[in-house]
């Protein structure tokens, strides 16, 4: 017979054994009856509980929609190589794409954080060469969560024509109004060029920018990524229009009526304020 005491020194002596990482098994007359399990091995103790270090960054959910569009982007052709970048509105400034780099490569805390003045704030990689219209746009249009620039082939294109696309089909409204500009040539990652393409953008949600690509804005990287295919086709319907004629234009009447009914489509952004 084993007393109260004993009973409980024995006990005391097993969750000991368990506490120190090994797994105990209890027994009765000789028979076992029970397991304590280590919860951990103190020769190598587990990671503590709680988040995995990479999702906890801020903005995660963020950070992977942004890498997730650009190799979107790439997927369709709509973007080459590591050409293109996208920002997305965060609290406090915007996440933008690093410099350089292969968007198949990237991991979520490679996103880098910057202010409207293009102040790092978080991140050990540069920001996009183009942080600077970024910036500036996504500063000048509160209403815009994402901002997408392409090379895209047929927009680039007329770019290099010096060329916007009129009002020759009426999805042009789109980018909010009856035609989209082509923003005069600047050298890329400069001010002057941030200057040219807010000009370019005053009432649009996109622009062409001469001798380089495009940009787009959207109420999210969805919209976004959406009315960059949506211009692109315009572009490329543009191209082969001119290729055999003189594309017939709608007249300003016309696309006055049309941004009417698209004004659901683009409400979120107020583009012809
Ligand atoms: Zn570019």
Redesign the pocket.
């Known amino acids: 017979m084993v007393g109260a005491a004993e009973a409980n020194q024995r006990f005391s002596r097993l969750l000991s054994e368990a506490e120190h990482g090994h797994d105990v098994i209890v027994t009765r007359r000789g028979q076992p009856i029970a397991r304590l399990s280590a919860m951990h091995n103190p020769e190598s103790p587990a990671a503590p509980i709680g988040r995995d270090p990479e999702t906890s960054i801020p903005d995660y959910g963020a950070r992977v929609d942004l890498i997730d569009t650009c190799k979107k982007m790439n997927a369709i052709g709509l973007n080459q190589g590591t050409?293109?970048?996208a920002s997305i509105r965060v609290d406090g400034g915007l996440l933008i794409t690093p410099s350089g780099l292969d968007y198949d490569k990237v991991s979520p805390s490679d996103m880098v954080k910057i202010d409207y003045e293009g102040k790092v704030l978080r991140g050990g990689k540069a920001p996009s060469s183009?942080w600077h219209f970024h910036c500036r746009v996504m500063e000048a249009k509160p209403k815009a969560g994402a901002l997408l620039?392409t090379?895209s082939i047929n927009a680039t294109t007329l770019a290099c024509l010096g060329r916007g696309i009129p009002p020759f089909h009426y999805m042009i409204a789109v980018a909010g109004g009856r035609d989209i500009r082509c923003a005069p040539y600047a050298t890329?990652g400069t001010e002057k060029l941030a200057d040219a393409v807010l000009e370019a953008l005053d009432g649009r949600l996109a622009c062409l920018m001469a001798n380089?690509?495009m940009i787009v804005l959207g109420r999210d990287l969805e919209d976004a990524f959406k009315r960059a295919v949506e211009i692109e086709t315009l572009a490329a319907q543009y191209l082969k229009a001119l290729a055999i004629g003189t594309p017939q234009l709608l007249t300003i009447g016309e696309m006055e009526v049309v941004l009417e009914k698209f004004k659901t489509y683009s409400a979120w952004a107020d583009p012809r304020r």
């Open positions: 050409s293109g970048n183009e620039h090379h890329f380089h690509g």
